[in-house]
């Protein structure tokens, strides 16, 4: 690998998002487009990025992949000559809604498509209460996508309290994992952090979370707080809660040394346990 290649800029729009779908799309493909002139060659969007996030919502916004909204990324992405995932909108295929990422390439072509494993569906008395499964299927495949820098696991939100799907990405040499996702005003001052420090310690990769900006007139409130952290557990770079974009410099030279330092993968007592796959 050419030194270039060693280390990448990684973007992450932290989105306003309003009920207004053409609204929300013109203005992330504009964010995309800044991101690309700093010099971001992956770029993410936040969970639900065309739609309010709801129950309600999510059969209202729904679109076929490709679509109206993911058309759009694929131009951009094409115009700006960047690996772009599209964050999370709500699709509709066979009469079913699906919570769902598109991972568009730099010549615009749809590399991959995550439907959100683990749907979010808690009850915390007198905080809050949320069901994706009123309206929403649950995806049942691994998504991974290839980059000139590193290969990307995909999951969304409520999948980054599953270690065992992380643990998968990592021994499928996924060396980056990203999570659009949209934590709320009681698990995100919780977990937020907590959880993508854990996942990157633990499989000793780069994680990354991009959120929705925070509307406090929302039905659904997002913590906001999208966030990189290195293998090491630090946090490279975090938001507010206000429209942003986040920038982090991916040193993948970084990555090998920690687990060269502290080799975990060789460590593993494969005869004594195993997280496995019960398909593909």
Same mark, same amino acid.
């Given at each position: ?6 280390? !990448? ?29 700093? %010099? ?7 969970? =639900? ?8 919502? !999510?059969?209202?916004?729904?679109? +076929? ?21 599209? %964050? ?41 209460? !949320?069901?994706?499964? +009123? ?6 495949? !691994? ?30 040499? =996924? ?64 938001? %507010? ?40």
């Amino acid at each position: 690998m050419a030194l270039s290649e060693i280390t !990448f800029r990684l973007a992450l729009i932290q989105l306003r998002v309003s009920s207004i779908k053409s609204d929300n799309v013109t203005r992330a493909c504009s964010l995309v487009r800044e991101a690309a002139a700093q %010099g971001a060659k992956i770029v993410s969007l936040p969970e =639900c990025f065309n739609s309010p996030y709801g129950t309600t919502y !999510f059969p209202e916004y729904a679109e +076929k992949i490709p679509g109206e909204s993911t058309q759009k990324l694929s131009e951009v992405a094409k115009e700006c000559s960047i690996y772009l995932i599209g %964050g999370s909108i709500p699709e509709e295929d066979g009469g079913k809604f699906y919570n769902t990422c598109a991972v568009f390439g730099p010549d615009g072509t749809l590399l991959v498509k995550y439907r959100k494993i683990h749907l979010f569906d808690i009850d915390v008395p007198g905080k809050i209460t !949320f069901q994706e499964s +009123k309206t929403l299927s649950p995806g049942d495949s !691994f998504s991974t996508f290839e980059t000139p820098y590193c290969r990307v696991g995909l999951g969304i939100c409520y999948d980054m309290r599953f270690a065992e799907l992380a643990q998968i990405y990592a021994q499928r040499d =996924c060396q980056l994992l990203v999570y659009p996702g949209a934590f709320n005003l009681t698990t995100g001052p919780a977990h937020w952090e907590l959880l993508q420090r854990g996942r990157a310690v633990d499989n000793q990769v780069y994680v990354a979370t991009a959120s929705p900006a925070r509307d406090d007139k929302a039905s659904y409130v997002a913590w906001g707080h999208s966030t990189v952290v290195n293998p090491w557990g630090e946090v490279l770079a975090k938001a %507010g809660t206000e429209e942003t974009v986040v920038y982090s410099d991916i040193d993948l030279k970084k990555l090998a040394e920690i687990r060269q330092q502290i080799p975990i993968f060789r460590q593993k007592r494969s005869d004594l346990y195993a997280v496995e796959t019960k398909k593909s």
